[in-house]
C-alpha cells in the first residue's frame, strides 16, 4: 500500500481558502485517494475521494496531480467548525471488507478568526 | 436515521474487570469494524466482520473478542481488561463496494485503572 505524507499541522484564516496537501509517490493505479477528518472526540467523517480525476462535492475539492504522486483537498470557505485532523489515506481499490483504511497522524487544521 | 450508535460513552474499569461495548447501524451496511485510538494517535483495526455471521482479526486483537450478533449489531469484549486498553473505541460501517466509505459512531471513552 501507498504511504502517504501530510504536514503534522497547518493554520488557515476563517473565510480563505484551506489547501491541504498529501503526498503519496508511491501510489499505484488501482488505489484510491481518501480524505477523512476528525473533529475532536467525534469519530472520523468521510469526506471525499478520488482516483484520477478531480472531484468536488459538498464539503470540499480534491485536486490529484496528473502523476497522481500528490493530491491537495480543498475546503473553499473555511470556517471555525472545520478545525480538525484531516486524514489522507491511499488504499487498493477492491470490495473487500479486510481492505481496511490505516489512519495515520494526518494534518491538524486550526482555522482561526 | 441515527447512522452508528455506541453504548456506552463512558466507561471505567478496574484491572481485570470484562464488559462490553455495543455498536448498532442503521444503514443496512454488511460491514462493520471496530477501531481504538490512543491519545494523539492514528486509528488503529481491532477486529471487522464483513457480514453477519463472520468476524476477522484486524491490526491489534489481542485482548479482545467480537460477535456479530446480527446485521445490525456487532459488540467488542473485553474479557480481562488491563491499563494498556485505556483508550477512545470507535466502531463504524461501510457499504459493499470498491470504495471505502466508512461511518463512524462517536466512541467510547475507556479507562481502566
Known amino acids: 500500500d501507498a504511504k502517504t505524507t501530510q504536514p503534522t499541522s497547518m493554520d488557515c484564516a476563517e473565510g480563505r481558502a484551506a489547501n491541504l496537501p498529501c503526498n503519496h509517490s508511491?501510489?499505484?493505479?488501482?488505489?484510491?485517494v481518501y480524505w477523512y477528518r476528525q473533529i475532536h472526540s467525534q469519530g472520523p467523517q468521510y469526506i471525499i475521494h478520488?482516483?484520477?480525476n478531480n472531484e468536488t462535492n459538498e464539503m470540499a475539492s480534491l485536486i490529484i496531480t496528473e502523476d497522481r504522486k500528490s493530491s491537495t483537498l480543498i475546503l473553499p470557505h473555511a470556517t471555525l467548525r472545520d478545525t480538525a485532523v484531516y486524514y489522507c489515506?491511499?488504499?487498493?481499490?477492491?470490495?473487500?471488507?479486510?481492505?481496511?483504511?490505516?489512519f495515520g497522524g494526518g494534518t491538524r487544521l486550526m482555522v482561526k478568526p | 436515521n441515527a447512522g452508528v450508535t455506541q453504548t456506552p460513552k463512558f466507561q471505567v474499569l478496574k484491572t481485570g474487570q470484562s464488559m462490553t461495548l455495543q455498536c448498532a447501524q442503521d444503514?443496512?451496511?454488511?460491514?462493520m469494524y471496530w477501531y481504538r485510538q490512543d491519545p494523539g494517535m492514528g486509528l488503529r483495526l481491532i477486529y471487522y466482520?464483513?457480514?453477519?455471521?463472520?468476524?476477522d482479526k484486524g491490526e491489534v486483537p489481542n485482548g479482545y473478542n467480537v460477535s456479530r450478533l446480527n446485521k445490525r449489531e456487532f459488540s467488542l469484549r473485553l474479557e480481562s481488561a488491563a491499563p494498556s486498553q485505556t483508550s477512545v473505541y470507535f466502531c463504524?460501517?461501510?457499504?459493499?463496494?470498491?470504495?471505502?466509505?466508512?461511518?463512524f459512531g462517536s466512541g467510547t471513552q475507556l479507562s481502566v485503572l
Open positions: 466482520s464483513a457480514s453477519e455471521g463472520t468476524t
Open positions: 463504524a460501517s461501510s457499504e459493499e463496494g470498491f470504495v471505502k466509505k466508512l461511518f
Open positions: 508511491t501510489i499505484s493505479g488501482n488505489e484510491y
Open positions: 444503514m443496512n451496511h454488511n460491514s
Open positions: 489515506i491511499v488504499r487498493v481499490a477492491n470490495n473487500n471488507a479486510g481492505n481496511m483504511l490505516t
Open positions: 478520488g482516483l484520477k
